[in-house]
């Protein structure tokens, strides 16, 4: 009987202690908080996802859109006929973006640091917010990232604001000292190419690209764009790339999707067209439908890089807005066969072939004719490397002169037209209606067919 | 194993033989009832010693014994006697009823025994026939149909395939909504875990294999009986963990008696009962992009659409090299050798599978010790070839008397179980996707067919002329695995290793008061090893996963429980008590990729790797009270209390309060009515609840996953050789408050006609409100999920049960047994901006809470409709899509049934168990995709025309444009089954999956024992039995009974899920 109340008394006592520590069983021994977190355990993760966004998802989109590809199978198809639900291109937002993606880690790093350590976040921010913007207008950002200080519904800015918001990170991401590379990462790239890059010049570049944006709503964008270019990259190797490697979940993503999803998307029959000859068409498909996963092809390799933005694109930036600023065709041609050339060395082209490339280049008629040969190799040079602004382009200048798919469904697009943007992410509209609907509103609707603020219809 | 098997057999004989002939004399006589009837079956016993019989047909019995031994005669219902052995060899024995025992006890929650009359809540028993009659696998698999309340979904006919039980419906939106599983008074663990860790946005239980579910290492045979205790009053007293019910399980002890060893063998056979349609009419192949009409196009093309010509347009061209077909490439008739195009059954893949169950056990006492120990083996071979699942299972329970008024109750068990798994689901390596979706012209057998071709690697490989790997020998040349690669050259394989041991005392201070506690410990390892060869076409540099999951259960609990009449009309039971619970449990991934030796899974292949580790650990500390006033043994209420402490909320609000309040009239007392021999009525109400989610109070960092496009892989970090840390996308709350439950229930229980026919009806209503959700957060709040407490989810519903004894003569009996539930699940309310939660599903098709909607309501794409409801035509001709998604269907049914008949005549007993199901919807997202790529039935109409009835768009005028479905002159991508993209309209495919099946027959023959007479053979039965033998529905997938996302909160979703099985086979038992 004492047995009894002595094994009793132990259980009992077992339960008060054990009542006390109760709550220190509430540690998770496997993901680390706030306080033990330091710049540095960020930067690497922002900007892989800040590169990928820009190739995978919306990228390859993108791509279909303006033709660069066409869709073989399943839902590429559906993209290739305008049929991009709001449920298609929420990924990108709820997971490249906002939510659990680079922006968020953008916004983290620049509340958490100071100075230096920061600047660089506020480059990838603004490229981030210039890919979202592009996408899809008005957006949120000066309420966004604060669902932990409990701003959980945030509110859409207009996208006016927004590109003045973009300009004014660049331009502390500069004063705050962002040519020192702190936080710099170029994935499974080499420590001397990382060395190379030269951060300053890539926030003017950026400027550029994103006063650029603006020619259509903005006089004065295409000289401030110039003016930006000029203080911009001068060489590839000073531009920012990302290098992806084996094993295929680290891969290019052009490489990644080929492999994950082949025979769904090929090379478009457009850009083809376009490029007849170009010594740069082999590099892109080696039978006229693959663009990737096949030896030889130079963006659809594993370890193919994405540039955050490159010298080509700065050089065509330059072209367009000495055009478009009244300067000389011939500071025009000048700035237009360096783009090309830049490109075409970069992926390989023999330097003869690409000589006689560049030589046969002319701009001459209005000045819409000359725009037209700037954007129209322009989209030729961004092929595989930065499609979400070829389609930017294509909004903007109405180049290339694309036909709309014959095959398009009218469901979120009526007039079966090349899509002027995309719905918000069916997230959005069920988190956050009042706010999304002030924003549709605002806008005069949300459909592929509408326009936004920066790109009126021609 | 077989060998092993006889030679403890043989030791056992022995041992019973010895005992036979330690005889002194034999005495011999007849026991019999107060009116002098016999008492067959009476326990006939020397005390002191493992020596007994039991009487006979005719009350009589012989025995040997000594002068001087006590004989101790007992009978359920009737007074034990005692009397000493003198000179005379006969005793003859006259028991008399006794009254108090008659009724029996039922166990309830904490193992604390009450009479059925007290109860204020509907509890519903299962005995160990009923659950090892059909020989399922899981345990949990075979309570379908056979109570009142409760819903089983076995989630494949997959081999060791997870089970999803549901007690009264959902009540939680993010909790797991499984019963908690008490054995022998300590709950055990029934996880179930889904495959693939590194998917951590696309939810992996929607493309892995199905895994098991914990219960499942419990061996039926083990199992004496299962309880289930469904509302709230009847599980107060575990607080929290059992706010879904609780399943509580008793297993089979040793009786005080004669050695008795029994030794069960089973064998059956089963195959695929239903898939759906295929046709066989038209080829691989595309519209003529030039419009002039059908174009085979084969597998070199890694084309992967049936939209070809007749394949009777087709004949071989007759080239042997060709690796697709052994006759050659398909050209048209009359251009090549003139044999004519074949076209193949893919459900060919599929084999008889079968299984093959062992269970031996020996149970016996003295009036000090009863024991029992048993083992089992089970090996069951999959419909798929290569398919397999082994348990092995070791069980010993003993009680003994340590004192007089101390008895100790231990038992350890030991089970090993898990087999070779195969892939299913949304994965371009399951089986089932590249099953289905294969082109009629292809042949993926190779000229074999089941395990012939998966172990003829000729059927998936291919050589390639200077290449040292082969090529995928598949209809979309390696796009999509060939199945016969899938089960050959994958490996998907779980080793469990699980270890329950338990030790509980009972003290009976005095004869009123008794002390009780025990600990258990539940240890698992489940050791995974998933295998992707080279050339699959998921991995195609081959891919490695070591993945170990180890989980450790802590229970413990003491009660003290009094039971005294407090005057001649008032008697009470109270007790005291508490317990606790420690719960850790850790994974550990590593996750290898690129191998140089194909087919050697090892971490030693592979040329990169990365690795990932989760913990979760909880604990909880509950005390708890209860009493049962009685007055006159008529009238009963029962209060009860329970305060849980729990580690997940936060630290300074961590308290939650379960209680109950319940009574119960045993009216038939004060009716005196020849026709109700029983009648009660009961009612209760009680609050309960549900803790919050490990570590949901906390925002942490966690490893970078760089994803943001659902079509490719995720990087996760470490990767390009740098670690990386973001700020996770769910953020913590540390405002939570647990989710609160409140129930009221009423019933009535009805006995007529000499208890011949029995009536019991049930209605509850439940709600539960402040669900702890880790809602969408908006995305631009810098978080994809915050957890909240949101909601109201709501269960009402009917459970009935009626059991009756339609004839009963001296040979032949009849009895019935119907349950019927019914019952509505609907969430309520959710979040103020929130339209919906996934509960799982993808993200074009999920199963979601929906405010207003039934619990899981199936979400998809549906077609624009007008405010009347009817479909809007667009100017084509053709249904319109309608811009955003919505509710497409409702998968609660509208009732289930279960009708058990159990005929016996003289010892043959033939026992059928039906099982309707009426209502509720299941998403074949099967359906759709086999649509999209031309091979379903349905694409025969290819060459018909309709008018699809609704108004038309533009003009607000009915439909009547005659369109074909498919147009042969333009791309294929315009036609009915594709404009609206992959998988087409989820709404055309969600079906109405009610279902009429015979779930159950077993017709088992027992030998009379005189035939046994003289042999040391005390008994023998022989069943045959069949499972799943008739099925009728109109659901076009496979078997309605089937659950893409296995164990978890998402219903109603097929989306190539594996197939289910009928099954059938023999048992034998013998008692010795």
Redesign the interface.
């Known amino acids: 009987?004492k047995?009894?109340k002595y094994?009793?008394s132990i259980?009992?006592l077992?339960?008060v202690v054990?009542?006390c520590?109760?709550?220190?069983?509430?540690v998770?021994?496997?993901?680390?908080?706030?306080d033990?977190?330091n710049a540095g355990?960020?930067?690497?993760?922002?900007i892989?996802?800040t590169h990928?966004?820009s190739v995978?998802?919306v990228g390859r989109i993108a791509g279909i859109i303006t033709q660069q590809f066409d869709g073989l199978?399943?839902?590429q198809?559906?993209y290739g006929?305008y049929?991009i639900?709001?449920?298609d291109i929420?990924?990108?937002?709820?997971?490249?973006?906002?939510?659990?993606?680079a922006s968020?880690?953008c916004?983290?790093l620049i509340e958490n640091t100071e100075g230096e350590v920061g600047a660089l976040a506020k480059l990838y921010m603004a490229a981030n917010m210039g890919i979202t913007t592009s996408c899809w207008g008005d957006?949120?950002y000066s309420e966004?990232?604060?669902?932990?200080a409990g701003?959980?519904?945030?509110t859409y800015d207009t996208q006016q604001s927004v590109y003045n918001e973009i300009q004014l990170l660049l331009s502390q991401s500069i004063s705050d000292g962002v040519a020192s590379g702190i936080g710099a990462?170029n994935?499974?790239g080499t420590a001397d190419a990382l060395d190379k890059i030269d951060w300053e010049k890539t926030a003017h570049a950026l400027k550029a690209r994103y006063y650029m944006h603006l020619t259509s709503v903005d006089p004065s964008a295409a000289q401030s764009a110039l003016t930006e270019a000029l203080q911009a990259l001068s060489s590839t190797s000073e531009q920012p790339d990302f290098v992806?490697?084996?094993?295929?979940?680290?891969a290019n993503?052009f490489y990644?999707?080929d492999?994950?999803?082949?025979?769904t998307l090929g090379i478009g029959a457009t850009i083809q067209t376009m490029m007849a000859g170009d010594p740069r068409l082999p590099l892109y498909t080696s039978d006229g439908e693959d663009f990737a996963g096949t030896p030889g092809l130079f963006w659809g390799q594993a370890n193919s890089p994405t540039p955050l933005i490159s010298y080509w694109e700065v050089k065509f930036i330059e072209a367009e807005a000495i055009v478009r600023t009244g300067g000389t065709d011939a500071d025009a041609l000048e700035a237009l066969k360096d783009a090309v050339e830049a490109n075409m060395l970069y992926i390989g082209v023999d330097a003869a072939d690409a000589t006689a490339y560049v030589d046969a280049l002319a701009l001459s008629g209005t000045e819409a004719n000359k725009i037209e040969t700037i954007i129209n190799e322009k989209y030729k040079a961004l092929y595989g490397n930065a499609p979400i602004e070829s389609w930017v382009d294509y909004r903007r200048t109405g180049f290339p002169d694309l036909v709309d798919n014959p095959?398009a469904?009218?469901?979120?697009n009526p007039s079966k037209i090349i899509p002027r943007r995309f719905l918000y992410?069916?997230?959005?509209?069920?988190?956050?209606?009042?706010n999304y609907n002030a924003a549709i509103s605002a806008q005069g609707g949300h459909l592929l067919d509408d326009d936004m603020w920066a790109f009126p219809k021609n | 194993m077989k060998t092993k098997f006889s030679g403890i057999l043989t030791l056992l004989l022995a041992l019973v033989v010895q005992l036979t002939f330690a005889q002194e004399k034999t005495i011999s006589g007849a026991v019999s009832d107060e009116s002098g009837l016999p008492l067959p079956g009476t326990t006939v016993l020397v005390k002191g010693t493992s020596s007994g019989t039991s009487t006979d047909f005719d009350g009589n019995y012989s025995i040997e014994a000594e002068i001087g031994d006590t004989l101790v005669f007992s009978f359920v219902g009737y007074s034990t006697q005692e009397i000493v052995v003198g000179a005379s060899n006969t005793v003859n024995v006259t028991l008399t009823e006794d009254a108090e025992s008659l009724e029996e006890v039922v166990i309830t929650a904490q193992g604390i025994k009450a009479k059925p009359r007290a109860l204020s809540y509907s509890i519903q028993s299962v005995d160990s026939g009923d659950i090892t009659k059909a020989q399922e696998t899981n345990v949990v698999s075979a309570l379908s149909a056979k109570a009142a309340g409760v819903q089983v979904t076995t989630s494949s006919g997959s081999v060791g395939a997870s089970a999803n039980i549901r007690i009264r419906g959902n009540t939680s939106i993010t909790r797991s909504n499984s019963p908690l599983f008490v054995v022998d008074g300590v709950p055990i663990n029934n996880d179930s875990y889904s495959e693939d860790p590194t998917q951590t946005n696309n939810n992996s239980s929607l493309g892995g294999t199905d895994f098991s579910n914990r219960a499942i290492d419990m061996n039926s045979s083990d199992i004496e009986s299962v309880n289930i205790l469904k509302g709230i009053a009847a599980t107060t007293l575990y607080g929290i963990r059992a706010n879904n019910g609780v399943v509580l399980i008793t297993t089979k002890k040793g009786k005080q008696g004669k050695t008795r060893v029994t030794l069960r063998t089973s064998a059956s056979f089963s195959e695929i009962n239903k898939g759906p349609d295929l046709q066989r009419t038209y080829a691989q192949g595309r519209h003529n992009p030039d419009g002039s009409g059908l174009q085979y196009r084969g597998p070199e093309t890694f084309e992967g659409d049936s939209w070809g010509p007749l394949i009777s347009d087709l004949e071989y061209d007759g080239d042997t090299s060709y690796p697709f077909h052994r006759n050659g490439a398909l050209v048209p008739a009359g251009t090549g050798n003139g044999i004519a195009a074949q076209s193949y059954d893919n459900y060919n893949f599929f084999k008889t599978g079968d299984v093959f169950d062992v269970n031996l056990s020996a149970s016996g006492g003295t009036d000090k010790v009863n024991y029992r120990a048993s083992m089992g083996k089970l090996v069951q071979n999959g419909v798929a070839p290569n398919e397999e699942f082994i348990r092995k299972t070791f069980r010993i329970d003993l009680q003994a008397k340590l004192y007089e008024d101390l008895t100790l109750d231990a038992s350890a068990q030991y089970s090993n179980s898990g087999g070779v798994r195969v892939q299913r689901g949304s994965n371009i390596s399951g089986v089932m996707l590249g099953l289905l979706r294969n082109t009629p012209t292809f042949d993926m057998g190779n000229g074999k067919t089941g395990q012939a071709a998966a172990d003829d690697p000729s059927s998936y490989f291919y050589d390639i002329p200077g290449s040292e790997l082969p090529g995928h020998r598949s209809y979309r040349d390696g796009i999509y695995n060939n199945p016969y690669f899938t089960v050959s050259r994958n490996s998907n394989t779980d080793d469990v290793n699980r270890i329950i041991g338990k030790m509980g005392l009972t003290y009976n201070l005095n004869d009123w008061i008794t002390l009780k506690t025990s600990a258990s410990i539940d240890n698992w390892t489940d050791t995974r090893k998933i295998g992707f060869d080279i050339i699959d076409a998921s991995f195609g540099n081959g891919r490695v996963i070591n993945d170990v999951i180890q989980n450790q259960d802590v229970n413990w609990n003491a009660l003290v429980t009094a039971t005294k009449d407090l005057n001649e009309n008032l008697g009470l039971t109270a007790t005291i008590g508490y317990d606790g619970f420690y719960t850790k449990n850790n994974r550990q991934t590593v996750i290898g990729d690129g191998m140089t030796i194909p087919g050697f899974f090892n971490l030693s292949n592979v040329s990169t790797t990365q690795a990932q580790e989760l913990t979760n650990r909880k604990k909880l500390i509950g005390a708890f009270v209860t009493a049962t006033l009685s007055y006159n043994n008529m009238l009963f209420i029962t209060p009860s209390f329970r305060n849980d402490w729990t580690s997940t909320l936060p630290v300074d609000e961590n308290t939650f309060q379960t209680y109950s309040i319940g009574g119960s009239f045993i009216f038939s007392e004060i009716l005196d009515s020849n026709f109700i021999n029983y009648g009660k009525l009961r009612g209760s109400w009680g609050k309960s609840g549900n803790d919050a989610p490990v570590y949901g109070t906390l925002t942490n960092f966690g490893g970078t996953v760089a994803s943001g496009d659902g079509f490719i892989q995720s990087v996760t970090f470490p990767a390009y050789g740098a670690t990386s840390f973001e700020r996770s996308g769910r953020a913590g709350n540390p405002d939570l408050v647990p989710e609160t439950t409140k129930e009221f229930e009423v019933g009535i229980q009805l006995s007529m006609l000499d208890n011949r026919l029995k009536f019991d009806a049930t209605y509850y209503d439940r709600e539960t409100t402040d669900q702890i959700v880790p809602i969408d957060a908006t995305p631009s709040s810098g978080f994809v999920e915050v957890f909240s407490n949101i909601g109201r989810v709501s269960n009402k519903g009917v459970e009935l049960t009626l059991g009756g004894t339609p004839v009963r003569t001296d040979d032949f009996n009849w009895d019935i047994d119907v349950n019927f539930t019914t019952y509505e699940n609907v969430v309520e309310e959710l979040a103020e901006g929130l339209e919906s939660y996934v509960l799982n599903g993808f993200s074009g098709t999920s199963s979601r809470a929906v405010e207003g909607e039934s619990y899981g309501a199936i979400y998809g794409a549906r077609y624009a409709r007008n405010d009347e409801g009817t479909m809007l035509i667009d100017d084509a001709g053709y249904p319109l899509l309608a811009t955003t998604d919505g509710v497409i269907g409702d998968p609660i049914p509208d009732f289930l049934m279960g009708i058990n008949n159990t005929f016996s005549y003289k010892n043959l007993s033939l026992s059928v168990l039906l099982d309707i199901r009426e209502g509720g919807d299941i998403w074949c997202g099967t359906c759709g995709i086999l649509d999209y790529f031309g091979v379903s039935s349905e694409t025969l109409l290819r060459d018909q025309t309709t008018t699809f009835p609704g108004i038309v768009q533009s003009t607000g005028a009915p439909n009547n444009q005659v369109v074909p479905y498919s147009d042969p002159t333009i791309s294929e991508s315009n036609n009915y089954w594709r404009r609206y993209g992959f998988g087409d309209v989820d709404e055309g495919n969600v079906y109405d999956a009610s279902w009429f099946r015979l779930r159950e027959v077993t017709l088992t023959y027992t030998l009379p024992s005189r035939l046994l007479k003289g042999t040391f053979i005390e008994g023998i039965s022989v069943s045959a039995y069949g499972r799943n033998l008739y099925l009728s529905t109109d659901y076009p997938g496979v078997d309605p009974e089937t659950n893409l996302t296995g164990d978890s909160n998402g219903i109603g979703l097929d989306y190539f899920n594996n197939p289910n099985t009928r099954s059938y086979g023999f048992d034998v038992k013998l008692n010795f």
């Open positions: 009987m047995t009894i094994i009793l259980v009992l077992g339960a054990s009542s520590t109760i709550t220190d069983v509430n998770d021994p496997d993901n680390p908080s706030a033990k977190i355990a960020v930067y690497p993760g922002m892989t996802q990928r966004n995978a998802l199978d399943a839902q198809i559906a006929q049929n639900g709001e449920s929420d990924d990108l937002w709820d997971f490249g973006l906002y939510g659990a993606g968020k880690d916004f983290v957006v949120p966004a990232f604060r669902g932990d701003i959980l519904k945030p990462f994935g499974a992806y490697s084996t094993p295929a979940q680290n993503p990644l999707f492999n994950d999803r082949p025979g095959d469904v009218g469901s979120v992410p069916i997230t959005e509209r069920t988190t956050n209606e009042a």
